[in-house]
T-cell receptor, first 113, second 113 residues
Framework: AQSVTQPDIHITVSEGASLELRCNYSYGATPYLFWYVQSPGQGLQLLLKYFSGDTLVQGIKGFEAEFKRSQSSFNLRKPSVHWSDAAEYFCAVGSYNNNDMRFGAGTRLTVKP | EAGVTQSPTHLIKTRGQQATLRCSPISGHTSVYWYQQALGLGLQFLLWYDEGEERNRGNFPPRFSGRQFPNYSSELNVNALELEDSALYLC????????????FGQGTRLTVV
């Protein structure tokens, strides 16, 4: 069964600094990978997804993620963080024959002024 | 176009009671997913419905059940409520087919007292 680990529960960065959120997955075949963001009191919004092809994926709001099969990782990056990026970020993995995504525990991002 | 809508927004129940949560998917979406987001536990997959059938179920006891109606809306029922059932319950929907993007509702906050 697929599973996801987000090693960092809480990260604090200064506004304008770069950001990298880590995600490691466990799945036997090629996974389908997602990053979602959840602002306080809101549902989840898809930032980006990887199904196949180019391992560097561009998403909304200036985010990107890189799929590294050898490291079983799908880390999320942003070159310059804005205060509005403060939220909870979830990595998720799906399988080729199943639609029920499995989520990591989430990483809460705090942005310092 | 309306997004995924969930009702009620908040629900307070007493231990031992039953709770019914509702979800209306985006028009044209046939798959509905339910997730439980308990404090500190991330999103746990509950149920996946597609075309009126239960396709998969997460690791939850049988007192968590649901159904999908012919118009693709869905209900989640939680019987014999326990204090630890207190959580945000998120519904998502997607188009037919595998690994299409899931769109999330705002959630129902269930509090069991």
């Amino acid at each position: 069964a697929q599973s996801v680990t987000q090693p960092d529960i809480h990260i604090t960065v200064s506004e304008g600094a770069s950001l990298e959120l880590r995600c490691n997955y466990s799945y036997g075949a090629t996974p389908y990978l997602f990053w979602y963001v959840q602002s306080p009191g809101q549902g989840l919004q898809l930032l980006l997804k990887y199904f196949s092809g180019d391992t560097l994926v561009q998403g909304i709001k200036g985010f990107e993620a890189e799929f590294k099969r050898s490291q079983s990782s799908f880390n999320l990056r942003k070159p310059s963080v804005h205060w509005s990026d403060a939220a909870e970020y979830f990595c998720a993995v799906g399988s080729y024959n199943n639609n029920d995504m499995r989520f990591g525990a989430g990483t809460r991002l705090t942005v310092k002024p | 176009e309306a997004g995924v809508t969930q009702s009620p927004t908040h629900l307070i129940k007493t231990r031992g009671q039953q709770a019914t949560l509702r979800c209306s998917p985006i028009s044209g979406h046939t798959s509905v997913y339910w997730y439980q987001q308990a404090l500190g536990l991330g999103l746990q997959f509950l149920l996946w419905y597609d075309e009126g059938e239960e396709r998969n179920r997460g690791n939850f006891p049988p007192r968590f059940s649901g159904r999908q109606f012919p118009n693709y809306s869905s209900e989640l029922n939680v019987n014999a409520l326990e204090l630890e059932d207190s959580a945000l319950y998120l519904c998502a929907s997607s188009l037919p087919g595998l690994n299409t993007e899931a769109f999330f509702g705002q959630g129902t906050r269930l509090t069991v007292v």
